[in-house]
Every structure is written in structure tokens, then in C-alpha cells.
């Protein structure tokens, strides 16, 4: 048994001799059969610890005479754990997909029906395929850009960024949006801002979806702060709102994949529940952090 070996079962250095397998592990396998060839390939569990290990018995005619079998052992535990977010992530994707497919589908049904003549209800029945149209594109945009950040940081454009110039832009775009809701939108920011080495299209789209939320989250009359500045050697983007706020037990799962609130006042909102959650993986690959202090019914911070 090498060191590896060891290792994986917990076990001292040279402990493993005269050992049973069974004593790491529930799988019993003194059935293997002596002949050629793969003999079995199991995934079985520790009994020290949760970790998944992948047994290979490989059993060649020479080992078969000598009464010996090679034991392949691999830590499969993180891969199992990938394919089992994996699963999750395509059950709810193709969940996602299918409300507003079926929504569009029947409205247009109907209307090739021609048999609706008012002109309102016309009216209903294509908003209603052009809202879903919209909400399908959003959902894929954050999917493939969710899928991007996660196949690695090499994809990150790198430069260097103003970030006064940066903040400044995306609070302007975003007036218009805030205005319409009767929200006041402030942006504090000291005379001097770090620059930082950063991917700009990427911060745009944190940014943008931070200062998104704070404008959906806010019922009217409410306001949204934005202030930026250096906090050591970094620099800290702060979003502040005085909206719907975040429950306890919910603040650590808004950066989930596919998690919206379950409060009444977000459910009819729009929203694809992945805006934090790409946001996250685009600050992490710089290096950041993101941390949220709220209280129900008050406001929300999201800190950058
Ligand atoms: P989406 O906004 O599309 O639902 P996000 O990933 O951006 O998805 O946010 C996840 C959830 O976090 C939201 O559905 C909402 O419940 C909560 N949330 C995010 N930002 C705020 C905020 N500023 N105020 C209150 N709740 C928020």
C-alpha cells in the first residue's frame, strides 16, 4: 500500500498491513473472483469520514496464480458532488424554461385560432408572448454568462479600470429605471477612487446587477445609495437600499443559483434568480468578496 493509499483511508504510515478492507470500508469485496482483467468497480463509502472512494480491483492472471489482487483506490467525492449540482442546475433550468415556453405557446395558439376580434385582448395576448420572449432571453443570457465565469478565470479580459469613470456610468444608465419607480438614486464618492486591474464588461455587469436589485427590491418613494472608495488596499463598493430587506435564514442563499425569496413582494417581481449568484463568481475570480447585512422590512447592503 503507497502512501496515497494510506492517506485516503486514514490511516497511520504503515498501517494498512494486515489490515481487512473492511475496516475502512463498507464494501465487502472477498468475492472478488481470481481470473483477468477488471474484476470490480465500486463506489463505496468510508466509514471515517463522508468521503466517496472508487475501488477498482484489477485482477491480471499472474496476480490470480501468486493469490495476489491490485487495489486501485481514487477519492471520488468532489466529482460525485459536480454531477450532483450538475443534475440540479439542468432540473432547474429546464423547470425555468418551461413556464414561459408554455405561456407563449398557448397565446399563440389562440391567436392563430383568429377567432379573438377585441382589440384589447389582441393587444393582452402579445404582450404577454413578448414579456416571456424577454424573460427567456435574460434567463439564457445569465445562464451562458453563469457557465462562462465557472469555465474559468482565463476568460476574464483584463485591464486596468477606472472605477470612479465605471460607477459613475452605471448609476447614470440606471437613473431612468430608478426614476420610473419614483426611487432617489445617490452616488457618494471620495475625490480620489483606486483603479484596479479588473475585466470592465464584468464589474458592469456586478454592478448593474446589484444596483438592479436594490431598484426592484425598494418600493417607491424609497432610496438607493451607491458609495465607493478604498478600505485598505481595497476597494469597497457599497449598495444601499431601504426596500423589502432579507430574512435571516435567506441571506446566505441570495447568492444560490436559481434562489428568490419566497416573500410574497419578490414572487411577483421578474427575475431569474442568478443575478447574485453570477455576480459572486465574477467578483470571486477577482479576487473579491461580496457580503450582504440587511433587516427585513428595512433595507438591504450589499458590499463589494
Ligand atoms: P433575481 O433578482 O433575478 O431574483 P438575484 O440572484 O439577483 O435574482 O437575487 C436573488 C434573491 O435575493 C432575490 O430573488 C431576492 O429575494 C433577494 N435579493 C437580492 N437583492 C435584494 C435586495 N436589494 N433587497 C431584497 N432582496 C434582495
Do not use: W
Not at 450532483?84 to 433550468?93: D, M, P, T, V, W
Request: some cysteine; aromatic content about 4%; hydrophobic content about 35%.
Amino acid at each position: 500500500a503507497n502512501t496515497a493509499a494510506e492517506r485516503l483511508l486514514g490511516s497511520p504510515e504503515g498501517g494498512l498491513k494486515g489490515k481487512r478492507l473492511t475496516d475502512f470500508v463498507a464494501k465487502d469485496l472477498s468475492n472478488v473472483t481470481p481470473g483477468s482483467g477488471i474484476a470490480i468497480d465500486q463506489i463505496t463509502q468510508l466509514h471515517a469520514s463522508p468521503a466517496l472512494i472508487r475501488m477498482m480491483a484489477v485482477n491480471t492472471e499472474d496476480q490470480a496464480d501468486r493469490g495476489e489482487t491490485a487495489l486501485l483506490l481514487q477519492d471520488v467525492t468532489h466529482e460525485r458532488e459536480r454531477e450532483r449540482e450538475r443534475g440540479q442546475f439542468l432540473y432547474h433550468i429546464t423547470h425555468e424554461l418551461r413556464t414561459p415556453l408554455t405561456n407563449i405557446r398557448a397565446y399563440a395558439e389562440t391567436l392563430s385560432e383568429g377567432v379573438l376580434k377585441d382589440p384589447d385582448t389582441l393587444r393582452e395576448c402579445y404582450n404577454v408572448i413578448v414579456g416571456e420572449t424577454q424573460r427567456l432571453s435574460r434567463l439564457v443570457e445569465d445562464i451562458l454568462s453563469l457557465a462562462q465565469m465557472e469555465a474559468g478565470a482565463a476568460r476574464l479580459k483584463m485591464d486596468d479600470v477606472n472605477t470612479a469613470r465605471l460607477v459613475r456610468q452605471v448609476i447614470e444608465d440606471m437613473q431612468a429605471q430608478a426614476d420610473e419607480k419614483g426611487l432617489e438614486l445617490l452616488l457618494t464618492m471620495p475625490p480620489k477612487v483606486p483603479t484596479i486591474r479588473g475585466d470592465k464588461d464584468r464589474l458592469v455587469v456586478v454592478l448593474t446587477n446589484i444596483v438592479g436589485n436594490a431598484i426592484k427590491y425598494t418600493p417607491s418613494g424609497g432610496r438607493v445609495e451607491v458609495s465607493c472608495g478604498q478600505e485598505a488596499s481595497r476597494l469597497q463598493i457599497k449598495v444601499s437600499d431601504t426596500g423589502l430587506g432579507i430574512a435571516a435564514d435567506e441571506r446566505d442563499k441570495v447568492f444560490d443559483k436559481f434562489y428568490r425569496s419566497s416573500d410574497e413582494h419578490v414572487a411577483v417581481l421578474p427575475g431569474t434568480g442568478l443575478g447574485l449568484a453570477l455576480s459572486l463568481e465574477i467578483v470571486r475570480t477577482h479576487g473579491g468578496s461580496i457580503t450582504v447585512s440587511s433587516e427585513l422590512g428595512k433595507g438591504s447592503t450589499f458590499t463589494v
